[in-house]
């Protein structure tokens, strides 16, 4: 369906167009719209902005790419659907490797999705053969390869399940996600979570590379004086802030 382009939320309503076109074709599952679904109600929370919080985040996240000997960035069908290009500038960037990594796992989809990303650009995406297991995770989902997520010293996971990131954790992994509930267990997780939609946080990380790349005590000073449950209590707070402006405003 074609969305007028001067129709108030057309950004959103195109956005989702592409997510259920995407599920047609096989990238999304039907389980990846109810997840986008949930996003976009908590992206209305932040007032569909990025907020301080979340920027101070992405820049902490973009030090520990950075730094990082082995930086992956985890793609799922969401991911792949909404950012392929922003998620391909990041990796090249950085430069980080690309692996798909699917919750709703088959070899056709994986090709599928490994293939989508490539057609946008990417040059070499992780994921097809995998031959490393992650341990603790029941899920198809623990399927990595060595090369990538397994050895990965730095893992970018957008839209995770909360298993997963605590598995990687567990692994000794600095884990970087971006989810939009601030209240999920990824987030409560991930050693940095940014709470903002991925499709603004990647294009803006993306932005912060080159002022960090050559300045190693700016990125070790972020990194060490992060506090990822500090940065949610205060995302929290944010959030109801800004819930109890806009009942405000409906009183005026
Ligand atoms: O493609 P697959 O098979 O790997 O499946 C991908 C999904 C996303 C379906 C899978 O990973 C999943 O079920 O994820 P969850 O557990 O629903 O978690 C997704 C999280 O991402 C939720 O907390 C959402 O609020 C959040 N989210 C959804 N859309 C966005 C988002 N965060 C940032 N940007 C978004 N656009």
């Known amino acids: 369906m074609e969305i007028p382009k001067d129709h108030p939320r ?3 309503l195109s956005t989702r167009e592409r997510l259920a ?3 047609k074709d096989g990238i999304v599952t039907i389980t990846g719209l109810i997840a986008h679904g949930r996003g976009e109600a908590f992206d209305y929370l932040l007032g569909e902005r990025t907020i301080p919080q979340a920027r101070e985040a992405e820049r902490v996240a973009v030090s520990y790419l950075l730094e990082a000997r082995n930086p992956v960035i985890s793609v799922n069908g969401n991911v792949a659907a909404l950012c392929p290009e922003e998620v391909i500038r990041l990796s090249e960037a950085v430069p980080a490797k690309i ?5 709703h796992r088959t070899s056709e989809r994986i090709e599928k999705v490994v293939r989508h990303m490539e057609r946008a650009g990417a ?3 992780l994921g097809r053969n995998p031959d490393s297991i992650l341990p603790g995770i029941s899920s198809d989902r623990a399927m990595c390869t060595r090369e990538g997520i ?5 893992v970018l996971v957008p839209l995770e399940d909360g298993d ?3 598995a990687l954790v567990a692994m000794g992994k600095v884990v970087l996600a971006v989810d939009l509930n601030p209240l999920s267990r990824t987030s409560k997780a991930a050693t940095v979570t940014i709470v903002d939609e991925v499709t603004r946080a990647i294009p803006e990380m993306t932005l912060m590379v080159d002022g960090l790349r050559d300045d190693p005590e700016k990125r070790k000073e972020l990194t060490s004086s992060f506090d990822n449950k500090e940065n949610l209590r205060r ?3 944010h959030i109801c802030r800004y819930i109890e402006s806009q009942g405000d405003k409906d009183k005026e």
């Open 99 to 103: 692996e798909v990594n699917l919750f």
């Open 164 to 166: 997963r990131a605590e």
């Open 235 to 237: 995302t929290i707070r």
């Open 150 to 154: 397994y050895t990965a010293d730095v």
């Open 10 to 12: 057309y950004k959103s």
């Open 21 to 23: 076109e995407l599920a």
């Open 123 to 125: 040059g070499r995406v």
